[in-house]
């Protein structure tokens, strides 16, 4: 019989090392900054630099990985056209705050990388303007609403920072277009 609490005993301290385990990398609420390369298109194309602040819970399940994310970002994107004369007025797009919610789903590889895949709606302010030499007029500001998918990597540098890029593909009313590359540097809680 004692042998045999013993055993229990043993057997039981054994298994006390796995609950003391860290949870996966991956897991549990984040916040980030992002920044990178931003074009819009609509007749024409203009290139800028995008930056903004994100957050998001991620749940990791083994190498599988689904999260919920949301940013709040901007623009130096500005297109113009025409000369600013009566003649030929210019007018000028300029992109505004953009909203984003979403979700992602991931594979973890090698314990400390994640790569993902993303899908969601965006909302993107835009701002028309136009000059004709006689004075700057805007013309209308406008919430576009959209479709944004994307794809990433994202490594782990420690349980509680990580580092990642991401490539999105937005699709707006109106016939805007936006393709982005952002780096992000975040922290999990």
């Keep these: 019989m004692?042998?045999?609490?013993?055993?229990?005993l043993f057997a039981a301290s054994a298994a006390v090392p796995a609950l003391?385990?860290?949870?996966?990398p991956f897991t549990g609420p984040r916040v980030e900054g992002l920044a990178g390369w931003d074009r819009v298109q609509n007749n024409g194309h203009d290139d800028?630099?995008?930056y903004g602040l994100g957050a998001g819970y991620d749940f990791?399940?083994?190498?599988?990985?689904?999260g919920i994310e949301g940013e709040v970002a901007d623009s130096s994107v500005k297109q113009c056209s025409g000369s600013s004369t009566v003649?030929?007025?210019?007018?000028?797009a300029k992109t505004g705050r953009d909203l984003y919610i979403g979700g992602?789903?991931?594979t973890v590889i090698?314990?400390?990388t994640l790569l993902y895949a993303k899908a969601g709606y965006t909302n993107a302010q835009?701002?028309?303007?136009?000059n004709d030499g006689t004075g700057q007029v805007t013309l209308d500001k406008a919430n576009l609403d959209g479709a944004r998918v994307g794809a990433g990597i994202e490594y782990a540098l420690n349980s509680n920072s990580f580092v990642k890029t991401e490539y999105r593909y937005s699709n707006y009313e109106q016939g805007f277009e936006r393709h982005q590359v952002v780096a992000g540097f975040g922290f999990r809680f």
Excluded: E, N, W, Y
């Excluded at 004692?2 to 229990?8: E, G, P, T, Y």
């Excluded at 835009?126 to 136009?130: E, P, Q």
């Design 2 to 8: 004692r042998s045999i609490v013993v055993a229990a």
């Design 20 to 24: 003391a385990q860290d949870r996966a």
């Design 48 to 50: 800028g630099v995008s």
């Design 60 to 66: 990791q399940a083994g190498q599988a990985l689904v």
């Design 87 to 92: 003649a030929d007025p210019k007018f000028c």
């Design 104 to 106: 992602r789903v991931g």
């Design 110 to 112: 090698g314990g400390k």
């Design 126 to 130: 835009a701002k028309l303007t136009a």
